[in-house]
């Protein structure tokens, strides 16, 4: 894996610029024809590090094979975030994280068409919003536990995130409000995982014996660790996801000339298979 960094003065969609830094994983090389290129942006929370279990010899995206670029989105952390950035932080948009991301391959890999753009959560966004912003460019799509635009019940959820990060008075301050972040992490407890996984004491598979050490050794560590203005960057991305920037979601879609996989689970509440359904891809494939 190389770690590299792009950095461009970007104008943001809410009508700001900013001195972005964009920091990528590759793994593999792009080949002669430059057909073997693969996009697989970040999730909400993660870094290019925790994409890193799709990636490898035999497994789905096989460096041997493909070029896999893996840039982290812009708010995460280790590409520009308010945790790293002198100032107050814009307002990213998911236009945001596709321009720079294009800047990025237009400058270091010749401009090349994308073999394949993929991600789950955030990086689902991205993924389609790259089929809908460049559909002469992108030749498939795999977009699993992601939607083109954000529906009403997963922004509940994201508004209920930012509701526990305020009610800590240390939120905004120089202080890490610990309280907030824990309260979000259990809102993610509830969510990230199934009924019917809890009910099978799923957590024990993951080393915990019992569900309150599954709530305080993951979920109150994981939270701890996190800064509180990227995750609030984010959540704003996410709110805001909508591939056709406020126009007709199907006008949008129909654009989509990608070879499409749109993955739903019946049991993640984030995106449902009723949100994954509703529009079409001009390949056929229903999308929402």
């Known amino acids: 894996m190389d770690l590299r960094t792009f950095s461009t003065t970007l104008p943001l969609a809410c009508g700001q610029a900013l001195d972005a830094n964009l920091v990528y994983a590759v793994y593999g090389k792009l080949n002669e024809a430059a057909d073997n290129l693969v996009l697989f942006p970040t999730r909400?929370?993660?870094t290019h590090e925790h994409n890193d279990w799709l990636i490898g010899s035999n497994r789905a995206l096989d460096p041997t094979k493909h070029c896999i670029v893996v840039p982290n989105q812009l708010g995460n952390g280790v590409s520009s975030s308010p945790s790293n950035t002198a100032g107050p932080f814009p307002r990213i948009s998911h236009a945001d994280n596709y321009e720079i991301q294009r800047r990025m391959l237009e400058v270091e890999f010749r401009a090349a068409d994308i073999a394949l753009a993929i991600g789950w959560s955030m990086g689902a966004q991205q993924a389609c919003h790259w089929a809908v912003r460049a559909p002469d460019r992108v030749k498939r799509m795999l977009m699993f536990c992601g939607t083109a635009k954000t529906r009403p019940h997963n922004r509940v959820f994201l508004e209920s995130l930012l509701a526990a990060f305020e009610a800590?008075?240390?939120y905004g301050t120089d202080q890490p409000p610990l309280g907030g972040l824990r309260a979000a992490g259990r809102i993610y407890a509830g969510w990230a995982y199934s009924q019917p996984w809890l009910k099978a004491l799923g957590h024990r598979v993951?080393?915990?014996?019992?569900?309150?050490?599954?709530?305080t050794g993951y979920w109150d560590a994981l939270f701890a660790q996190r800064h509180a203005g990227d995750l609030t960057s984010m959540i704003h991305t996410w709110i805001g996801n909508d591939v056709a920037d406020g126009g007709d979601l199907g006008s949008a879609l129909g654009v989509v000339r990608a070879k499409s996989i749109v993955?739903?689970?019946?049991?993640?509440?984030?995106?449902?298979?009723?949100d994954c359904a509703g529009a079409k891809l001009e390949s056929g494939v229903s999308l929402i």
Do not use: K
């Open 44 to 46: 909400y929370g993660g």
């Open 168 to 170: 800590d008075p240390r």
């Open 206 to 215: 993951l080393g915990f014996e019992t569900l309150d050490e599954w709530l």
């Open 263 to 274: 993955m739903a689970t019946t049991t993640d509440l984030y995106f449902t298979p009723a």
